[in-house]
């Protein structure tokens, strides 16, 4: 999210807190060993706007754990006082690291926080790389949990790869979190706020894409077709297909705000958040739910 769409949100969500306290489509041609899915929306969660509004994962362990997940509301002083002042869409390995990513407004670098399986957490920080963008809006960690990957706001024609902190023995909070590799992705995609693995070579991705001009549709829900899975001993290409436009249902006009996305692999359930606009991201923002089909 760039600074003066995190301020107008920031904005908003000051005044509830105030308030609290008083009272399927393609451009690129299709790779024959892959098929796009179906998302077909099955029933929807009020989406908390302080605590419930950029992001979410769901937690395989600890058995039984809820979902988790990210707001401004959500952000500890200790961190925040710090400079990282906007957290994103997490992701939580299937061993139970639930990881962070934050960003500030000025300087070279991103955090990701980690709380590992025994709830202790630590910090990872990135040096940014030249031309690398500045925010960080999510992450999303591999199924065999090595590798992790995060994207820029904008028109990007790619996603990072670094090595999954706290989880990949080449990483440390003493040392910079370096690029492993990169996934080249055949079709430009833009403000992307979240992607998920749904198995070892897809990703499911929420775009908050304003324009509508790269593949006919705002604010699309995404596939992205991995050529392999990701890893730290070269790039990958990914192939993009926009499945279907996200629902923009609400009570008030002007501009909705895609947020983060989930999917639960036991299930079988999609999850996105949408943020209505206006007044009404108190009101009627959602978690909106699809099943595959």
Request: proline share 8%; aromatic share 8%; with cysteine.
């Amino acid at each position: 999210m760039p600074a003066s769409a995190r301020q107008r949100c920031h904005a908003v969500l000051a005044g509830l807190v105030t308030l609290a306290t008083a009272s399927v489509v393609s451009l690129a041609a299709p790779l024959p060993a892959s098929a796009a899915d179906t998302w077909t929306e099955t029933g929807s969660d009020r989406a908390r706007p302080l605590d419930e509004s950029q992001g979410l994962t769901s937690v395989e362990v600890p058995a039984n754990s809820p979902n988790r997940y990210t707001g401004i509301g959500t952000i500890p002083l200790s961190v925040s006082s710090r400079g990282w002042n906007h957290v994103g869409d997490p992701d939580a390995s299937y061993n139970g690291y639930y990881i962070e990513p934050y960003q500030q407004d000025s300087g070279n670098s991103k955090m990701y926080r980690v709380q590992a399986p025994d709830g202790t957490w630590s910090e990872y920080v990135h040096t940014l790389s030249p031309g690398e963008a500045l925010n960080n809006s999510w992450d999303a960690i591999s199924p065999d949990g090595q590798w992790m990957l995060s994207g820029e706001w904008g028109t990007m024609n790619r996603l990072l790869v670094f090595p999954t902190p706290g989880v990949n023995p080449g990483t440390s909070p003493s040392a910079n979190l370096p690029q492993a590799s990169t996934v080249n992705l055949d079709h430009a995609v833009r403000d992307v706020q979240g992607c998920d693995f749904s198995g070892p070579t897809t990703l499911l991705c929420s775009s908050d894409d304003p324009d509508g001009s790269l593949f006919g549709m705002t604010k699309p829900l995404l596939q992205i077709d991995l050529s392999a899975p990701p890893s730290g001993s070269g790039d990958v290409t990914g192939h993009v297909t926009a499945l279907r436009q996200l629902p923009l249902r609400s009570g008030c006009s002007g501009t909705f705000e895609v947020e983060g996305i989930d999917y639960d692999r036991r299930t079988g359930t999609l999850r996105v958040i949408v943020m209505s606009p206006g007044f009404c991201i108190l009101t009627d923002s959602k978690t909106y739910k699809f099943s595959r089909g």
